[in-house]
C-alpha cells in the first residue's frame, strides 16, 4: 500500500512539472493551491528541479535554470 502511495505522489509532482513546462516554465504559485498539495511543491522545490520567484506582486513557481 505504501509503494502504491508513494507512485501517486510522484505522479502528481510529475504532472505539476509538466504543467510548468506547458505554461512557458513558470506558473503562479496561487494557482496551485487547490491543484496541488504543498508536500508535492515542497518536494519538488527540496530536489532542486524548481524554484521560487518573489516578483514584488506574487511568487512564481519556475523551472530550475539548471535542471
Given amino acids: ?4 502511495a ?3 505522489f510522484e505522479r502528481r509532482a510529475n504532472h505539476l512539472l509538466r504543467s510548468i513546462r ?7 504559485l496561487h494557482r496551485l ?4 498539495s504543498d ?4 518536494t519538488l522545490l527540496d530536489r532542486e528541479l524548481v524554484q521560487v520567484q518573489n516578483t ?5 513557481l519556475e523551472i ?3 535542471f
Fill in 33 to 36: 493551491q487547490f491543484q496541488f
Fill in 56 to 60: 514584488g506582486r506574487g511568487f512564481l
Fill in 6 to 8: 508513494n507512485n501517486d
Fill in 39 to 42: 508536500s508535492v511543491i515542497q
Fill in 64 to 66: 530550475a535554470e539548471d
Fill in 1 to 4: 500500500m505504501a509503494k502504491e
Fill in 22 to 28: 506547458l505554461c512557458g516554465g513558470c506558473i503562479p
